[in-house]
């Protein structure tokens, strides 16, 4: 029943600009035909997207939904306020995949769960199975942990990609009927309205956004706006967790609950689009680049606490501890991508395509059936996991099962992320192959990206009676960039990480870019204390890891990398789906006996010679560690997201060097 | 009212030893006269251990009795099922007190507060107000979260301290009825009680071995034994957070709860004392040495996760992110204390030495008002502090005010953890001014330790019939130790961290001991990943660390310290109540201009050429960062334990060297 489209679909993605936006530049899209992101999104579409419906069942998402719906008996399933977000994210992840394929199984699911949250939608539009059931109806009376806007964010996020997609009204209906109640309940004091509230976590306005992008309902827009800047003013307790600690316009760094915070920078960056609010531009502008430079681990990764699920504090990025919600990485291409059309800024590009390829995509099995919600950029010898959602290892789904759905909706739109149009041409952020069209012009990309950097574009349509510019996004991580246009070589500027080639186009011109692939050591800032004296190993966009099944005979703890050593470069078609390793020369000490104690004196200068001096004197022997032993070794790094696709182990992002 | 005493106490204190009891060593007692310990314990007298029982009725513990007892109307106050072990930990701290001042207000809230529990409990002896009060006297249907036996268990040793320090029963009726209900209710399948069951929290096992050593009463010790030995088969669920995961003889390392399974170790090595279980014994040992060799921070705190108060994995040891909650370091010395006994090893006393002074007493504020629930080994510039208990600010008491009564009952209760007796002598394993008393045997110390290493004793009182051992720990931070005896010097060994001086000793003979405290760097097993390249400054059994009080035109996380000077030693009688600076040099980085991102390309070796030899196509500057100013500056390490007594704001005890 799934066929690959090689034509590009015709309906617009999660983010289409209002008729007044202050945008840069307007959304285009790509079809994606081959190569890695059509093999992940051809495991989503045939695996992960399949199974939502059962385990959306099995879980009792769908029960509930009867419940509430009074077609079913029994009780509520689920420990969570939100359980209904599980049924909205697979609603949305389904909608954007039907543009793929319109009809068959897919489809009759998506048309049967529609039908579930409509018939469990209460007469004045409120919906949230866990109030109605569990709680007796009582509504937004607990607004810091209740999440019903949040739910009521997620509905309407489904609502609209399956109207975008299918062109239906049915979940539209029901999302606009709940917002409209929405609009009827809240509001500032002397609104009218009976609550001046907010909810505890942030989601509602980003999709209040695109519920006005796609009506043209300005009190949608208008609403978002008052949500957003009712935070931080005490509402909800004043905590940081909710993001409540301070006005998002005065924040100088992003803080507390790391989902929280981007989805409501989503939503800044929307605001500040659509209303061309200069303030909340530039707090948006502002705390994207305090957390890129201070809070993103390099997988792309955020959120550095378990506890609170926090980002922490500015250079605080442990590894083994790292969060990295799975959620994060998402929320984070989310609000970039508002950000790159808001500014036309390639750096947020930049780290879409680090995010994509790294710490969002490991947060899914290669067979698209098992999931991360944590993303550890380490694993210690003989960890002991004990399990739940926080685990290191990969898990059938989540108690708290936000981040499948999640990772099933961004695959399965992520034609809409790669390719932008202004009055100018076309701009193509992220490397595919396929068709990047917008404003009458289709180019086509071939390449083996990220394996290889040669990226191959043919124009396919070009307007005849005027010249374009071709914008070809540079990444930062490149240091070596050759282009030929037709034969011959082009030597033009990268200019802030655009290549940008303006001519005449015509049907069948070439370009050719090459991206230098040399494996790279990267070192942290040193206020990242957690990777002193580490390096990590990067090949184009990708962050590589250790892995314990690489690297039998001991453990990845006592393992140092050779940095006077070249990396080489060994394509495996055998391994983990198929990937290119780096190989770096290593050693292992040979594990000393513990001592009693994990604490020794500093002796390689002027302390060793005090205590020495006074040896005379000493009666009981230095406890110093026993001479280290060290043997050499291969090191095989593997790709960061396709870890924790083998049996258990260890694994290691960063490595010391001595 | 409050009065020193300058002459021993008489009663026992919290370990005594059965009349079977395999133990190396016995319990001896010291009158702590002057000096640092005295200086703490004075506040805790005349500060903290006033203030308990008008924070014990804010909080509402003291309202809660009252309802139980029907004397008082109101709701049940307090977040937790445990809130009765504050005021059953008070009572045990002030019970300690008592011996220093047998009469006095302490004494007659003490009385009061005694009167209060005793007309709290139930007929068949049950007491726990939350579950009287709040869930209807549904007993023993939540043992994982309810706490009931962890609440008898802080009863029980309340209980056992005012009865050695007063000689009176109210309180020890109280709990013998309470453990008698116990022992009616738990047991083994087929011993006929209903329940075969254990408290998710371990702490009653410990207690009873106690109410067994003070009663006599042998059922105690069974019932003990009977509980230790069902963790670790599922009756809990499994978890390690319980200590369920693995039967804790099987167990090769701690893990879990940290307090929970130090509570558990000390009943672990209570059983192997007083029923000479060898395997028994070999856990304790095995998991002692496992812990403190893997999974115990430079300050002897325990705890490297916040989520779950969780050890973590061998060498995960985080700064900022430590946990190493103040019940743990006391928990930690309580089992060591217990080890002491069992073995007479020298190491247990090492690391009750290094947790006492670092990990402990960096728990209370030099004034005695206020606490660290948590004690981090880091506060990064800038820290934006959440508040709450987990706060690495002090907070005046918590919404789980586990930790502050804990601090008051070991400070009381200190005396008893600092020598002990054997047939051959006595043993001093910690260093205080005052006098040691034990088996007809009584020696006094002068010092001005941890400040200074001068340690004079004089023999006061001796048996003149035979010759004994006076046993000297020489702590294992000392490399530089030298003896007189009278008016000669001593030249024997120090052997496994004792100097054993034996001879026919008569009323004042002296001997002096000259422990070096040289200050030092001291080095991590490269394991500990957060370390690396780092160290730390220590002096004597003293961790230190930096404060931005001290170090005022920058921050903290842009220092280096240079390791290729020496350490100079600074006495401040005016700086945090009179501590030894030690002074150190280092440098500055002036902070650099933050890049778009805070990784970039390792360039030292190598890598640096590859990249450069392609320059000539190389189309945008590469990344690298500005080049780093660094000024010279004087770094004051102050110690440890009086951290976070002056402004808020950063602090380090792990320093870059590079």
Redesign the interface.
């Known amino acids: 029943m799934h066929r690959t489209s090689s034509t590009p679909p015709t309906c617009s993605g999660p983010v289409r600009l209002g008729p007044h936006a202050r945008a840069a530049l307007r959304p285009a899209v790509a079809g994606i035909d081959a190569g890695f992101w059509h093999d992940r999104r051809e495991v989503n579409a045939q695996t992960s997207l399949p199974q939502g419906p059962g385990l959306l069942e099995s879980a009792g998402n769908l029960h509930n939904l009867r419940l509430a719906a009074g077609t079913a008996e029994g009780e509520f399933r689920g420990s969570y306020p939100f359980v209904d977000t599980d049924v909205y994210k697979w609603l949305e992840a389904a909608s954007w995949q039907l543009a793929d394929e319109a009809e068959g199984d897919l489809a009759a699911h998506v048309d049967h769960i529609t039908g579930l949250v409509a018939a469990a939608q209460q007469p004045d539009g409120y919906l949230n199975t866990w109030f109605q059931l569990v709680k007796g109806g009582e509504r937004y009376k607990d607004l810091r942990w209740g999440h019903e806007l949040y739910c009521a964010g997620h509905l309407i996020q489904a609502a609209v990609a399956h109207h975008r997609s299918t062109g239906r009204p049915e979940l539209l209906d029901v999302a606009r009927r709940f917002a409209d109640h929405i609009d009827s309940v809240f509001g500032p004091p002397g609104s009218g309205r009976p609550i001046d509230g907010i909810d505890g976590h942030p989601e509602v306005e980003t999709a209040l956004v695109e519920l006005y992008r796609e009506t043209g309902e300005r009190r949608y827009l208008d609403l978002a706006a008052y949500f957003v800047d009712r935070y931080g003013h005490g509402l909800l307790g004043g905590?940081?967790?909710c993001q409540d600690r301070v006005p998002v316009r005065e924040a100088t760094n992003v803080?507390g609950h790391a989902v929280r915070q981007l989805y409501l920078l989503a939503a800044v960056t929307d605001l500040a689009t659509e209303a061309g609010d200069g303030e909340l531009r530039a707090t948006a502008e502002r705390l994207w680049?305090a957390m890129?430079?201070?809070k993103?681990h390099?997988t792309g990764g955020l959120g550095a606490?378990?506890?609170?699920e926090?980002f922490g504090?500015?250079?605080?990025?442990?590894?083994?501890?790292a969060y990295c919600e799975t959620c994060a990485a998402i929320a984070s291409v989310q609000w970039s991508w508002r950000m790159v059309l808001l500014t036309g800024e390639a750096?947020y590009s930049d780290l879409i395509e680090r995010t994509l390829y790294n710490g969002f995509l490991a947060g899914v099995s290669l067979d698209g059936e098992r999931w991360l919600y944590v993303n550890p950029l380490?694993v210690?010898?003989?960890?002991?996991d004990?399990g739940g959602d926080?685990s290191a290892r990969r898990t059938r789904w989540f108690r708290c099962a936000c981040c499948p759905p999640n990772v099933m909706r961004l695959l399965a739109s992520l034609p809409h992320y790669l390719a932008t149009t202004d009055d100018d041409g076309l701009q193509i952020h992220q490397y595919v192959t396929g068709r990047y069209s917008g404003d009458g012009v289709t180019v086509r990309c071939a390449t083996d990206y990220p394996w290889h950097g040669t990226l191959a574009f043919t124009v396919e349509e070009s307007p005849a009676d005027r010249p374009w510019t071709l914008s070809l996004r540079?990444p930062?991580w490149c240091?070596?960039?050759?282009v030929r246009c037709g034969e011959e070589a082009y030597d033009g500027?990268?200019t802030d990480?655009w290549?940008r080639l303006r001519r005449s186009w015509a049907a069948g011109d070439r370009v050719v870019l090459e991206l230098?692939l040399?494996p790279?050591?990267?070192?942290?800032?040193?206020?990242?204390?957690?990777v002193?004296?580490?390096?990590?190993i990067e090949r184009g966009p990708l962050v590589y890891c250790l892995e314990q099944a690489d690297h039998p005979g001991g453990g990845l703890?006592?393992i140092v990398v050779d940095?006077?050593?070249?990396l080489a470069v060994k394509h495996r078609p055998d391994l983990l789906g198929g990937v290119t390793t780096v190989v770096a020369a290593g050693r292992r000490?040979a594990a000393p006996r513990?001592?009693?104690?994990?604490?020794?004196?500093?002796t390689?200068?002027?302390?060793h010679t005090?205590?020495t001096q006074?040896s005379q004197?000493?009666?009981?022997a230095?406890?110093t560690?026993e001479q280290t032993q060290e043997e050499p070794v291969e090191l095989t790094a593997v790709p960061y997201y396709a870890w924790a696709n083998r049996e258990d182990g260890s694994m290691r992002v960063w490595l010391?060097t001595s």
């Open positions: 905590e940081a967790y803080e680049h890129t430079a201070t993103t390099l606490h378990h506890d609170q926090d504090d500015p250079y605080e990025l442990p590894n083994e501890r750096c380490q210690r010898d003989g960890h002991t004990p926080q540079v930062r240091q070596d960039v050759r500027p990268v990480g290549l230098t040399e790279r050591l990267t070192v942290a800032d040193p206020r990242v204390d957690a002193r004296g580490c390096v990590a703890d006592d940095t006077t050593r070249p000490r513990p001592g009693w104690w994990p604490y020794t004196p500093y390689q200068h002027t302390q005090q205590h006074h004197h000493t009666r009981q230095p406890h560690p010391p």
